[in-house]
């Protein structure tokens, strides 16, 4: 029991981890109708930015911020010269994929001759372990549910309180009625950009952080749960995905504990499959916060 | 030019046609954007090799495997392509019947990378990571696998089997058949109000696809004698549609083209680059590297500017029609 | 509609349409009567369209029936109520753009023993026939709609009335038996609308039965033996335009909308 119950422990991180990924992949969808399957790859880029930050020794939570910095800049720069120019072409979703696919493998094999293949980990003063009722997480492990919570409350804010939040809302509704109320569509296009990148990084890092130690390749095996995540909740909804991060964070770990570790995303993947088989519109199927395009 | 490297060339680029072929007559001919593929050439490399090797306690027992039939030539060439087809089957029903077709195209990614983690971790099945070695060819029971004469051998086995892929995808396309199915591809909603059946259109097509790229698989493996999972990752699959994209989508002329520019002639004009340039030696693995940044590129580049490829989908003219006088019977290949 | 129910060729019983909480057909009878063109009128987001995708099978009934000729083609998908007859069009330009405008016509045509897998691989020897009876077929369509010299062009090319032409051509290929025409005017020049006004007549004078929707009161006039008239997913009316515009009802519904 006690396992299941570590599990659950591990399994909050990782639903932190998935939801501050998944967020930003669902809000890209959500508003810009992109799928970026580059994400996982700029979540490894950031944390390779905060890696050298921190072995220039600034410790890893300041790194944090190099990180979110790097997933800002790179996502612009992907959607301002690649998605945008493409999008604006009258490329069909299929090809959008094709495209984002195109630069994820780029972005992958341009950073393995600078970083290498070999693994690498970050110097993280982990702190005291703290138990509770079989709980057993250490203080940066807490710290990582924090700050996942913290950015939660930040989108959702972000999303229900300021003009730019309802910006977002509307442009996501409908691109072409949002300008014609006079709403900048192109800048706010290029600020979800900025957030969601910024989410990206940050949970690079994370996700750095919770594994012993990450390369190039992991980029891709973020990819899957996230999209799980976000697919479960109903693509485009970030509400939806920070739910669909609960269930994949949850499950995942305990069937990991049940079954074997390494079948992890195997079972993200059945969940997956499930959902779009079994319900394709998610579990918050009503049109609210942002309208799933398409 | 040594006629090792002549048959190697000759071999890679019967299969990479081949493998085109399939994937044009899924994605360019019926619009199902099939990113797994490279799951369909693996399985049939797979079963050609447990089809063909001795029991795993030969060779001092070092691999672990279901199988080992030790079957002569043509079985696991068969069995191969049979593979694919089956393997057509419980996907197809799953992904091609049930999901939305912007899901499929996710789906099936995410298929080809769970797929290669789990034959990877799975080690009594396939030999796991390690993948599986000192796998027979074809009668290298009777000719000495490491001859010249088996080089030949093998280049007139692999020929045959591209001119049957060609037939076959030849008389899809170019038939009443091939043009419902790029009606289904241009306007699947259309196509319906029509009388078309989708979802038989797209399993026929999926199936047809996976049979022809098992055989790509087991002819492939004949002849590089391993099979791990390394050779099946997903950037395998973007690799073809970057083919079928650059050749020309939506004919075979196109698709063999794209077979014959990307995945061969690009992989062989790596090769010219050498060791050193300007004294500078590059990293072991730059090199690789940068290839796959070049695919996509390329990619992104033809997407860009020439979507149509370099040979596109041809435009029919029939006999009598009043254009017919200027322009000749279109060929279609 | 008081047809004689032998009379009805397609027959719509109680047919709902839901959709995440939104009632976009609420209960919809009506009889289409074999031989004639009936025209479905209502404001805009009565549910017309919608409610002919439900008879087409493109989209799905929440609740109800629908018999054709006789049949309950209710569960039936939509190729199969085309195969049997029943063919719809879009309201938004449908063409296979990447086809050519003769292929387009060619890909309706149900008989072609080369439209499977088996046939293809079999070769042309096997289907040639087929495909020259159903071009000369397809050629004389062309003809009756003007059309021939645009033969060889890219269907994506044609302009929104061509575009209209070949989706009614690439209908008639299919030998239906009742045709669910789609606001087939809509989008078209002016011009042209007389055109398809013409056809459709010639259509009317072959006695094939038609369900219209359509906006347009003049040409549904034109046009239509009888009308049925729909408001906010319910049929409000139905008869022939004269008797309709009596009914202060309908007056109201189309102008409050």
Known sequence: MDLYVAALGFGLISVSVIAIAAVGFTMQFGIT??????????????????????????????AMFAGALAGAVLSFLLNRFLYAPFQRKGTNLIGMVIVSLAASLMIANLMLPIVGYYTSSYVVDQGPLLRSNGLVLTTAQIAIIAVAVILMLAIHGLLRYTRLGKAMRATAANPTLARNCGIPTQRVIDVVWLITGALCGVAGVVAGMNSENFAVSSGASYLITIIAAAVLGGAGQPYGAMIGALIIGIVTELSAAAIAPEYKEVVAFAMLVLVMVLRPQGLLAKRGALAAAG | MNSYYAATLLVYAGVDIIACLALNLQFGISGIVNFSFIIFQAVGAYAAAILSMPPDTANGGYQVYVGGLQLPFPIPWIGGALAGGLLAIPVGLVVLRKLRSDYQAIALLVLSVIANSVITNARPFLNGAAGIAQVPGPFSDQVDPLSQSYQLLYVGLTFPCVLLVWLIASRIVNSPYGRSLRAMRDHEVAAT??????????????????????????????????????????PETIILFAAVIVGGRGNNVGAILGALLVPVGFEEATRLIPATIGGWVPPPNLIPAMQWVAIGLLIIGF???????????????????????????VRTA | MSAQPDEAMLVARDVHRHFEGMRAVDGVSIDVPRGKVTGLIGPNGAGK?????????????????????GQDITRLPTYHRARRGLVRTFQLPSEFSQLTVLENLLVAAPDNRGDSLLGALLGRRYWGDDELRLVDQARDLLKRFGMTAKESDYAGTMSGGQKRLIEIMRALMLGPRCLLLDEPMSGVHPRIVDEIKYYLQSLRADGLTILMVEHELHLVEQLCDSVVVMAQGKVIGSGTMAALRRQQEIVDAYLVG
């Open chain 2, 303 to 329: 997407l860009w500017f020439r979507p149509q490829g370099v040979r596109p989908e041809p435009r029919r003219v029939f006999e009598g029609s009043p254009e017919a006088e200027e322009v000749d019977r």
């Open chain 1, 33 to 62: 109708n992109m799928i970026n399957l580059a994400y996982g790859e700029v979540m490894m880029v950031s944390g390779y930015a905060a890696f050298y930050v921190n072995r220039a020794g600034v410790n890893i939570w300041i």
């Open chain 3, 49 to 69: 369209s919608t409610f002919l995708a439900v008879l087409a099978g493109t989209l799905p009934a929440s609740a109800g029936t629908i018999t054709f000729e």
């Open chain 2, 193 to 234: 109000a029509l009388g078309k059946n989708p979802v038989q259109m797209k399993m026929t097509i999926f199936i047809v696809g996976g049979i022809i790229g098992g055989l790509s698989g087991a002819i492939l493996v004949g002849y590089i004698a391993v099979w791990a999972p390394s050779e099946w990752l997903y």
